[in-house]
């Protein structure tokens, strides 16, 4: 499970990069907001996963 959401991140990850190196596209604050967003609910549900009862 923590290895899929692992795997999940560095897909994002490599994606918001790529998205970065187009000289097409610059990045915008609309995607920014939005990675740091999901990067944001990875983490929490890694800490939900780790501390079930931290949640209540």
Do not use: C, K, T
């Amino acid at each position: 499970m923590l290895r899929d959401i692992g795997l999940n991140r560095w897909e994002i990850v490599n994606y918001v990069r790529q998205l970065d190196s187009e000289p097409a596209s610059p990045p915008s604050l609309v995607s920014r907001l939005i990675f740091i967003a999901i990067v944001a609910v990875i983490v929490s549900a890694m800490v939900w996963v780790d501390h079930p009862h931290a949640a209540r």
